[in-house]
């Protein structure tokens, strides 16, 4: 097994399979993220969004890559900013 599939399969051995069950720390550490300004009521993103309860308690693990973010997502501030990832 290379390097990269270990590390999934370590992410998905501590997060376990669905459905999942979170305690109260975790619900919050996790917590919802709310609809940005910027963000349309129709667009995609805001059924993503919505929906993220179900995604985070029934969804699948797998690898992602940011290819392409706001600067300012990488320091600490107040405000949601856009991304574009795989």
Known sequence: ?????MA???CRASLGGAP????WFDKFRY????RSDWVE?????AEILKTQN???TEGQLVWG?????????????W????????
């Open 54 to 56: 179900v995604l985070l």
């Open 65 to 77: 890559a940011i290819v392409q973010a706001n600067n300012d997502l990488f320091v600490r501030g």
């Open 20 to 23: 999942r069950r979170f305690s």
């Open 8 to 10: 999934i399969a370590q």
């Open 41 to 45: 009521r129709e667009d995609p993103l």
């Open 79 to 86: 405000h949601d900013l856009p991304a574009a990832v795989i």
């Open 31 to 34: 917590r919802r993220t709310p």
């Open 1 to 5: 097994m290379t390097g990269s599939a």
